[in-house]
């Protein structure tokens, strides 16, 4: 990317909120997979082989959206905005992330996510981007179950997206800044024949956040994103359908070498002179409903609240074949509400980058939408034995059938390339199938 695209990169992506309008130029946009997610939802896995950039593409992230001024200026090499957590093997509860009180030295012991969203929260118009990385290495629904929950409990207030406690200010009714030491010499403070000194439990830094929690205690701010890294092998985890279902999930298994020697790949670690706003990421919805009652979208109501239930189907049993439910009827891997619900909110994001165009004009984006949805929500959660995917009475299996109503509902009526959203789907679709002729298939 040259000096003048790298200042035009996103000039002509345009969001709308309340406030301000904000331009932001997609023809350049591999990053749309990974900000179009975002904004439908704040939690993110990139799955794929070792080396392929997984990690990197957080920091990517952090460095196109990082103001200029102390966010820059925190000393390192990345941006104040960015933080790393490497999962390791031995974690197996919440207090890697969420911390624990300690009875025997009166601390509160912090750690790195909560100093970090402790620090979203004080630069609430700044995106911010935790990295999980390796993510898989320990059992996630034992270290992140806190956080999956509390994930589910997103509300739209006013102008703000909040979330229950995910450390209520009670747990921090112990926690003093200061203790009792008693001391030999003379001491600050006597009782009796005793000598004691006041000992600071805390960095100032840390102090500071000890005093915040135990006035707010801890919820989501609006502005994190959490994105976790995942490689499938025989040293990690699988994920249960409790995480993939609350994740979307983009695969990066690495393109063409040569990309690694172009003048573009040095810049993309590199603050912009015009970063990247929040609003470009900021979740404006949470639920499907607060989309159709917006003034801006009211005129899709209809088209939307038919369309999207007849292609996902409905999730009781009793979907019709020809839709996405219909072909997983006999599965445990039917989608309801949820995907739902992420499927219009991912519609929206698409209808207004497209500039509100009139109803009959937005069948493409709602295919896009689903294809999506089907990519990054529907696929990983498939996986079993051949005889657990069979349909048809054995002619066929879920893969095929889905292969089918991709082709017969989204084929564009001219041939895209190979790496279009449409292929995608379809090459997942035939790997998976590949990998089921021996028995077994996943999507990872």
């Known amino acids: 990317m040259d000096k003048n695209n790298k200042k035009a990169f996103f000039d002509n992506f345009t ?41 990197q593409k957080v920091q990517e992230l952090a460095f196109m959206t990082c103001p200029n001024g102390e966010l820059r200026n925190e000393g390192g090499t990345t941006p104040g905005n960015y933080c790393l957590v490497e999962v390791k093997p031995n974690w197996h509860d919440s207090t890697e992330l969420l911390g624990y009180y300690s009875a025997l030295s009166g601390k509160y012991e912090l750690t790195d996510f909560i100093r970090f969203a402790y620090k979203a929260s004080q630069n609430k118009y700044v995106p911010f981007f935790l990295c999980l990385d390796e993510m898989n290495l320990a059992p996630v629904e034992q270290y992140f179950a806190e956080f999956l929950s509390v994930l589910e409990t997103r509300k739209k207030v006013g102008n703000e997206i909040l979330t229950q406690y995910l450390l209520s200010k009670d747990r921090f009714s112990n926690c003093e800044l200061q203790k009792k030491v008693l001391v030999k010499e003379d001491g600050d403070i006597i009782e009796g024949d005793k000598q004691y000194k006041m000992e600071f439990l805390y960095s100032e830094k840390d102090a500071e956040i000890i005093t915040y929690l135990k006035e707010k205690g801890l919820t989501l701010p609006d502005n994190l994103f959490v994105i976790g890294t995942v490689n499938m092998d025989d040293t990690t985890h699988q994920f249960s359908r409790k995480v993939i279902d609350r994740a979307f999930t983009i695969e990066m298994n690495g393109g063409k070498m040569s990309e690694m020697f172009s003048p573009e790949s040095k810049m993309l670690l590199e603050y912009r002179e015009e970063p990247i706003p929040l609003e470009a990421f900021k979740a404006e919805f949470v639920r499907a409903y607060e989309v159709l009652d917006d003034a ?46 992420e499927l219009v909110l991912y519609l929206s994001t698409l209808i207004e980058r497209a ?90």
Do not use: C
């Not at 904000?22 to 704040?42: E, M, S």
């Not at 889905?402 to 017969?408: H, Q």
């Not at 390339?417 to 298939?441: F, G, H, I, P, W």
């Open 296 to 341: 801006r979208f009211a005129k899709y109501r209809d088209v939307i609240s038919t369309r999207i239930p007849a292609l996902l189907g409905d999730s009781d049993g009793t979907a019709e074949a020809d839709s996405i439910n219909g072909i997983l009827n006999e599965t445990p891997f039917r989608v309801s509400y949820r995907v739902q619900n």
């Open 15 to 55: 969001f709308t909120t309340n406030k301000e309008t904000f331009r932001v130029n997609v023809d350049d946009g591999p990053y749309l997979p990974f900000i179009t997610a975002l904004r439908t939802k704040p939690f993110l896995l990139l799955a794929g082989i070792s080396g392929t950039g997984k990690s």
């Open 355 to 444: 500039n509100f165009p009139e109803p009959d004009q937005i069948e493409k984006l709602i295919g896009e939408a689903t294809l999506a949805i089907l990519l990054e929500k529907v696929l990983p959660r498939v996986q079993g034995e051949q005889k657990q995917l069979e349909t048809q009475n054995g002619k066929s299996n879920v893969l095929k059938d889905l292969k089918t109503f991709v082709k017969s509902h989204f084929k564009p009526e001219e041939d895209t390339d190979a790496n279009s959203l449409y292929n995608q789907v379809l090459r997942k679709l035939k790997e998976m199938d590949d990998k089921l002729a021996n028995y077994y298939t996943n999507f990872f």
